[in-house]
């Protein structure tokens, strides 16, 4: 067992817990203004001239507003000019003025009341004639919309939201890089209080304890333990298992601060690796950082995707998505949503450009045997990527 790997009782882990003093700022009121500019402009580009993003990731990015979406509609209208308009429940005002990052108008509707009647008539005050709806929006909300706006073009603002979104500001990066330094750590963490007979559902329970203590916004946002013959389900499967000499134990987590999200994934071995697993392991090594060498402004994200595959196909595994091999893309955008643009997948000819963040995870299946992921999060640079976290160097060794 490598000095990383059970070392720690989980008293001492959780001393380690400490919230670092410094935390990186809130995002400004005048990047949110800069947003909304922003969306503005490839409104105009994409022949819009009205936004409507509902309650979600995309309505705390233009406006500060953290609530999820419900069956009552609250949603910002953002027009080619003016004021941007808030429709919300009246009896939420109180609470919506305590998280708005934006001056608004707001268009206020009691329980009995159609607010979609509201959205309408927003637009015709504004003479906007073609509606982007955010593509998170609920069907429900299309239908409100569509039975008060007949005259009315109703298209799809991914183009808009994805457009702001997928490209990261100095701010959002640095929100991201603290979210991801805690996660980091208690994965640190979690490898080394690992003991046999212990139950993945006892890790579970400590890295959202260990997120919740280093100050993470609400524990883990997610949390994935799985040990042996598991890790070859990539999104695990249900059950406590427990752990054994010789196992593989892959654990994929993360958190959020401010709504920034991380995502890491780690697979190492408890006892000694056979020579299979830690051939596997160098092999999703190689294809994770032949990944990250394709990644520079320009490059289309499928490219990304091709560079990891070819890694594993020279070595025997695949084609495409046959197994043993890689069952799905190999990575995903990251942000306020935690699986959010640009995709790392065949199909998608988008243009990397910097700012944009994503996931760099080519997981190696082995059906009936182990599977074996390590996931790390760049952002593209001027240059090239450059790394939130530092790649897994050894299936023993789990952390720089």
């Known amino acids: ?56 990731p995309s309505l705390r990015y233009f406006a500060g507003v953290p609530w999820g979406a419900s069956e009552r509609l609250v949603a910002l209208l953002v027009t080619a000019s003016g004021m941007p308009m808030m429709v919300c429940p ?7 003025d305590a998280v708005l990052a934006i ?25 906007a004639r073609i509606l982007a709806l955010d593509p998170q929006a609920a069907f429900a909300v299309h239908c409100g919309l569509r039975a008060h706006l007949d005259a009315v073009a109703i298209g799809d603002a991914g183009p808009i939201v994805d457009g702001c979104r997928m490209r990261k500001s100095p701010s959002e990066l640095a929100l991201m890089q603290q979210a991801c330094d805690m ?112 990644i520079r402004p320009g490059v289309a994200c499928e490219d990304v995707d091709a560079a990891a595959r070819r890694t594993l196909e020279a070595a025997g595994l695949g084609p495409d998505y046959r197994l043993p091999g890689l069952p799905h893309r190999t990575g995903h955008g990251c942000g306020l949503a935690i699986h959010e643009a640009p995709y790392l997948v065949r199909g998608n000819r988008q243009p990397l450009q910097p700012g944009m963040c994503a996931s760099n995870e080519p997981m190696i299946v082995v059906p009936g045997r182990f599977g074996v992921r390590l996931e790390d999060h760049f952002h593209v640079t001027e240059g090239g990527a450059q790394w939130f976290t530092p790649p897994s160097p050894a299936i023993d060794r789990p952390f720089v």
């Open 183 to 294: 996660t980091l750590q208690v994965q640190r963490l979690a490898a080394g209080i690992a003991r046999e007979g212990m139950g993945s559902d006892e890790l579970v329970r400590f890295i959202d304890e260990a997120h919740r203590a280093l100050g993470a916004d609400d524990g883990s946002t997610f949390c994935i333990v799985q040990f042996g013959e598991a890790t070859a389900y990539p999104h695990g499967i249900p059950g406590a298992q427990r752990l054994r000499e010789g196992d593989l134990v892959l654990i994929d987590t993360g958190c959020t601060v401010q709504g920034y999200h991380s995502d890491i994934t780690r697979t190492w071995i408890y006892g000694r690796p056979d020579e299979r697993q830690r051939r596997i392991w160098e092999i999703e090594q190689a294809a994770q950082r032949a990944a990250f060498e394709a």
């Open 90 to 96: 009246a009896f939420e005002e109180g609470s919506l």
């Open 1 to 56: 067992m490598s000095g990383q790997i059970g070392h720690l009782r989980p008293e001492q882990a959780r001393l380690q817990c400490v919230e670092r003093p410094a935390r990186a700022p809130a995002i400004a009121g005048d990047e949110y203004l800069q947003r909304i500019e922003r969306a503005r402009v490839l409104m105009r580009a994409h022949g819009m001239d009205a936004l409507l993003v509902t309650a979600g």
């Open 103 to 127: 001056p608004v108008d707001k268009r206020l509707w009691e329980e009995h009341e159609d607010p979609y009647a509201l959205v309408a008539q927003a637009m015709a005050e504004r003479g």
